[in-house]
């Protein structure tokens, strides 16, 4: 009678364990996917943060000096797709991947502008005008970047990839020049 008992109970052990197993690894696959997901998007954030950062004047080659108002440049095209690929991707750790990112519609426009303030001068109650000449960038572009699951299982919930896209549109100052009379 012992003998039958313990076999059963051996029985219900397996059956158990292969009701447990299949859901364990289903739980352990998608924080694996999802977790996978998490990074990628973030990844993709930080570069794109990064990248309107880290292009400057001087690797678009702008030679436009400071001291003349009114001068505007305009790079796009490759040029400024690359600068802003390589920016992403350099600020980028591990498990980017570059092949799935696509930099469209690259854009800099690079403008000075003049502007005009009153300063105290060296005399008691002197007053004099001063100018500043800022040098500005308009940076645009399109970036797309595809998430594809990291093992299989992902597809059952995001198919074969994510598509992210954001419009990078940021002006920022490049240089200045200040001059009092």
């Given amino acids: 009678m012992y003998l039958s ?4 109970e051996e029985g219900q052990t397996l059956v158990e364990f292969a009701i447990v197993v299949p859901l364990l690894l289903l739980i ?17 954030n930080q570069g794109y943060m990064h ?3 880290d292009v400057t004047a001087a690797e678009l080659n702008d030679l436009n000096p ?14 400024v797709e690359d600068l802003i690929r390589n920016a992403i991707k350099e600020s980028s750790l591990w498990g980017f991947e570059e092949a799935n990112l696509t930099v469209t519609n690259g854009k800099a426009v690079l403008t000075n502008t003049e502007s005009t303030f009153a300063v105290p ?6 007053v004099i005008n001063a100018t500043t ?3 500005s960038m308009k940076l645009t572009a399109t970036i797309t970047y595809k998430i594809k699951p990291l093992i299989g ?5 995001f198919g074969n990839s ?15 020049q200040h001059r009092s009379e």
């Fill in 5 to 8: 008992k313990l076999k059963r």
């Fill in 162 to 176: 994510i598509t992210m896209k954001k419009e990078l549109d940021c002006v920022r100052v490049v240089g200045s």
């Fill in 133 to 135: 000449i800022t040098r």
């Fill in 153 to 157: 299982f992902g597809e059952v919930f």
């Fill in 66 to 79: 400071i001291t003349s108002v009114g001068g505007t440049a305009t790079y796009d095209g490759s040029l």
């Fill in 28 to 44: 352990i696959f998608s924080i694996i996917e999802f977790g996978w997901f998490g990074y990628q998007m973030n990844l993709f």
């Fill in 51 to 53: 990248a309107s950062w």
């Fill in 121 to 126: 001068g060296r005399n008691s109650g002197e």
